[in-house]
């Protein structure tokens, strides 16, 4: 299925942003720690771990995300089966934590089960537990098969409802996991969230009244879902969240982290509650709308994912061969050690910041010719794997194209001058660039400089002076103006 770059970076938002639910969640499980309002990558809770770790929702998800990375059709014995593989590898390493059900599930399977093996352990278990087994456990990890199936929606519901029943035989988890894939979908080919008629109709043979469960959550509020360590809960939690989580006037996309704040703030199962809302939330606003403040610290099981050590970058390069079905694109991103911008002319500039301390700025080919005191980059192209050399690294979206292609486009350029300097004030030298350094580094770089106190037209004049064919292009001077304008420039 081809996509715009629109639709591309909402698909790519899906995991993403479920694995910065995951992980924002995590610290503040059934209680673990105080929660303020506004969370943060904390890390702890009840697997004791890191800031930015993820938990077993994002593990399991990783485990489909490798095979639909293939492109691989999920219905197949195959995909299944490596599935089935991923989960069991997963937890013979002994995580930190996993939910009750899917261990009971994968323990009695034993480490080599098959699909078939695992999805008969599940049924027995569901019979020992009387007919119980509708865990919120498997809607949680399901937001890899919606990117596997976007172009089919009979083949996304019976993907999502075999994935499920690997570890939960009720087809109550099968139906809440494919309705969620069904309201991603619908989210990033649309952009906008769905209505229960865009997708219960395409729930065929299910028996629950999935219209009046959606209805019930955008009538009562967040907090009426605290009981959401099964399907239905959980499900509603999440919704209730995203629904009753007012949209920016400015920057709209701040929605995301809004709704996720809402999410967590709910309590009980925080980190599942996120993960599912951030799905949907990444699928709708896209992987732009995350901060970069959020992706940085990502990791956790199944590293290195698509060659990419950095979690953030290995999420997103997977939703991106999932959709592409195992293809890079046409510059070998994410696979290629080096993505080469042949028709652009750049020339290898990397010169100081005129105007800020300790940030250097040019083109892709600076990478080749960094001072010695660089140890950061900030990216605002695709960049491979050797070219981002051993150093911290933030790759940003803001693509050199039409307005349409950037959605976020305020909200992308604030946060990347936010990052630059957020870099900086910890000690680091930071090197920024694009593609060519004529449009899109001397955008941001006037930004990093008005942050830094500096007035904008200034900031503009000083930094185009000093690199070579500089002259950023309407639409994003225009974004430079708004964010000078508008309050909702300032920190949150």
Do not use: K
């Not at 020992?128 to 949680?140: D, E, I, T, V």
């Not at 219960?200 to 879902?225: C, K, N």
């Not at 929605?255 to 809402?262: K, S």
């Amino acid at each position: 299925m081809r996509l715009t770059s629109a639709q591309m970076d909402r698909a790519c938002g899906v995991l993403l942003a479920s694995a910065v639910g995951d992980a924002l969640g995590a610290g503040y499980e059934f209680g673990s720690a105080a929660y303020d309002g506004w969370p943060a990558m904390i890390g702890g809770g009840l697997g004791g771990f890191a800031p930015g770790e993820w938990t077993d929702d994002t593990a399991q998800a990783v485990a489909i995300a490798r095979v639909t990375m293939t492109g691989a059709d999920l219905r197949t014995t195959e995909a299944l089966d490596a599935i089935a593989d991923g989960f069991c590898a997963w937890y013979a390493g002994g995580p930190a934590d996993v939910g009750i059900q899917t261990s009971h599930v994968l323990g009695l399977a034993g480490r080599d089960a098959t699909a078939a093996q695992l999805a008969a352990a599940a049924a027995t278990v569901h019979e020992r537990s009387g007919g119980r087994s509708a865990g919120n456990g498997s809607l949680m990890r399901t937001a890899p098969v919606a990117l596997a199936h976007l172009d089919d929606p009979p083949a996304l519901v019976e993907a999502a409802r075999l994935v499920s029943a690997l570890t939960h035989h009720d087809p109550m988890a099968g139906d809440g996991a494919a309705l969620w894939c069904l309201m991603i979908r619908h989210a990033v080919l649309h952009g906008s969230f769905p209505t229960a008629g865009d997708v219960v109709p395409l729930l065929d043979g299910s028996h629950v009244e999935w219209a009046a469960i959606l209805a019930e959550a955008e009538t009562r509020p967040p907090s009426a879902f605290a009981e959401n360590g099964w399907v239905v809960g959980a499900l509603q939690a999440a919704w209730s969240a995203i629904t009753h989580t007012s949209v920016p006037e400015a920057m709209p996309c701040r929605h995301l982290q809004d709704a996720l704040a809402t999410a967590i703030g709910i309590g009980h199962d925080t980190d599942t509650v996120a993960a599912i809302a951030g799905a949907l939330l990444g699928a709708r606003w896209g992987a732009s709308a995350v901060p970069q403040e959020w992706q940085a610290p990502l990791h956790g099981w199944g590293l290195p994912l698509a060659g990419h050590e950095s979690g953030a970058s290995a999420l997103v390069a997977a939703a991106m061969l999932a959709v592409r079905g195992g293809r890079p694109d046409g510059r070998g991103w994410p696979t290629a050690a080096r993505v080469e911008y042949a028709e652009w002319e750049a020339a290898g500039t990397c010169v100081p910041h005129p105007l800020v301390r300790d940030v250097w700025i040019g083109d892709v080919r600076g990478l080749d010719r960094l001072p010695a005191e660089v140890d950061a980059v900030v990216s605002l192209c695709r960049v491979g794997g050797d070219q981002a050399l051993d150093l911290v690294s933030h790759q940003v979206r803001l693509l050199d194209s039409v307005p349409a292609d950037n959605p976020n486009v305020d909200f992308v350029i604030d946060d990347a001058a936010r990052t630059v300097l957020r870099l900086r004030d910890a000690g680091h030298r930071v090197y920024l660039h694009c593609v060519a350094g004529q449009s899109r580094t001397p955008t941001v770089a006037a930004r990093v400089a008005v942050l830094d106190g500096v007035p904008l037209e200034r900031a503009l004049r000083e930094v185009t002076a000093v690199l070579p064919g500089a002259r950023p292009q309407g639409w994003l001077l225009d974004s430079l103006r708004r964010l000078d304008a508008s309050t909702n420039g300032s920190p949150s």
